[in-house]
């Protein structure tokens, strides 16, 4: 057997494309209701951002121009007459201090507290990404002024196709887009046979009376809070494996992964209606109604390790049969990999020492583990070794490989374990080698293919 023969791969994923849904178990769903218009909302004070990254700056005089964030998420277009001297614009990234903020910033817009002859033009470009647990038909644009209030602009047009908000303003602060019905699922990950309760939370989007704000358009935003009225939702489903259980309140429901499934994702989703007050002018690109999905993650497999004090989360790895082994190997970026090898002919629940190194034969090896980096781009033997020979003996790594569950489920083999253990690198020929150390944890849950 050839000790330093390591194998590297990709692991296959799937999705759940173009399923059919399966029906959840759904109380009967009542027409929607319309909300009715109330008096103004108190809206909450927030603390205002922190700028992070680098701000855009630009000298814009009368003639008018544009600006964009440095990530290009936020579009400024200032139009001619706007200002009437040369000005200094400026988008300052900032950390979003408001529940529901999409893509992880708002941005400070400078020169703070001016107004302007023209309105400016403020376009939001979203990314798909962050819709996950909302719905493109529930983002608005919102502000937070100098007093902390943050106010939505019910107004603000979205247009799918390009994926981006605008909305018009005669003065900056900070601004964001945010969604006003949020689905959170707990916890985010669960194992086969395992539940999870999915819930909705939301804003208050009723128009403001006699506010002080600047247009009709405008809302204050109370807290976010729990949905309690189930009027304006209805038709939960499931896509994928599993089931879900619409609760008797109808605003929540809890999802049971399947226990025969390896690992995958399953999607719930649920329709929302009259999400803006009747007096509301339809906004352009409204439909009406929005359906909200989140994901779930089977995590059926796993490989986590802590190497040289650095913790990783594999999401390439796998168990292999070699024919003189098996190979448990996750990759801890996309150059470097963590190898197992099991020396035995098949894998059983119980504790495996090290292998010492030396003697290369059956005997010596029959039952023993190594434990190796990989360099996924080298086809050269692994840096970094369980085992090591110091200029008189053969050494070992301290502690052992523990097999604590090996099964199969729907054909396929699973093992799951852990280990701890040193890594040596040797450089040099003895007597003057030098020996550099790194210690490794690992726990793991793979599947063979």
Request: charged share 15%; hydrophobic share 35%.
């Amino acid at each position: 057997m050839k000790l330093t023969k390591f194998l590297s791969f990709l692991i296959l994923s799937g999705f759940f494309a173009c399923q059919k849904p399966t029906d959840a178990v759904n109380p009967t769903d009542p027409a929607p209701s319309v909300p009715k218009d109330t008096t103004t909302i108190q809206g909450v004070v927030y603390d205002k951002g922190t700028p992070v990254g680098e701000p855009v700056r630009k000298a814009i005089g009368p003639e008018g121009g544009t600006l964009a964030s440095a990530d290009g998420t936020l579009t400024l277009t200032i139009p001619a007459g706007a200002v009437a001297k040369t000005t200094t614009f400026t988008v300052q990234p900032v950390t979003p201090t408001l529940p529901g903020l999409i893509g992880g910033l708002s941005f400070r817009l400078l020169p703070e507290g001016q107004t302007f002859a023209q309105p400016v033009k403020l376009q939001y470009h979203y990314d798909t990404t962050s819709l996950d647990g909302t719905s493109s038909q529930l983002l608005f644009m919102a502000y937070q002024g100098s007093d902390g209030y943050w106010k939505a602009l019910t107004n603000t047009e979205l247009d799918e196709s390009a994926q981006t908000l605008t909305v018009t303003t005669k003065h900056f602060s900070d601004w964001g887009a945010f969604a006003e019905y949020y689905m959170t699922v707990n916890p985010y990950e669960v194992m086969p046979g395992q539940s999870a309760k999915f819930t909705i939370s939301m804003y208050d989007i009723k128009l403001n009376k006699d506010s002080g704000v600047e247009n009709a358009e405008e809302v204050f935003l109370a807290q976010q809070h729990a949905l309690q009225d189930p009027g304006n939702i209805r038709n939960w489903q499931l896509f994928g494996p599993g089931g879900f259980n619409v609760d008797a309140s109808r605003v929540s429901g809890t999802y049971l992964a399947a226990a025969n499934v390896v690992q995958g994702y399953a999607t719930v989703t649920v329709e929302i209606y009259n999400f803006l007050p009747p007096s509301q002018q339809p906004r352009k690109g409204a439909a009406g109604k929005a359906i909200i999905k989140r994901a779930i993650h089977i995590g059926g497999t796993y490989f986590r390790a802590i190497f040289d004090g650095q913790t990783y989360d594999c999401d390439n790895f796998g168990l292999i049969d070699t024919g003189e082994g098996y190979l448990i190997q996750g990759n801890l970026t996309n150059t470097k990999g963590l190898s197992l090898n099991l020396h035995v002919q098949s894998i059983q629940v119980g504790s495996y020492p090290f292998y010492q190194g030396g003697a290369d034969n059956e005997e010596h090896i029959n039952g023993k583990a190594i434990v190796a980096t990989v360099d996924l781009l080298n086809p050269q033997p692994s840096s970094y070794h369980s085992y090591y020979y110091d200029c008189n003996n053969d050494v070992a790594s301290p502690g052992h490989v523990t097999i604590t569950k090996v099964e199969q489920v729907n054909g396929q083999t699973i093992v799951t374990g852990s280990y701890t253990a040193t890594l040596y690198q040797v450089k040099g020929f003895c007597p003057d080698q030098t020996v550099s150390k790194k210690e490794v944890q690992a726990e793991f849950r793979a599947v063979e293919f």
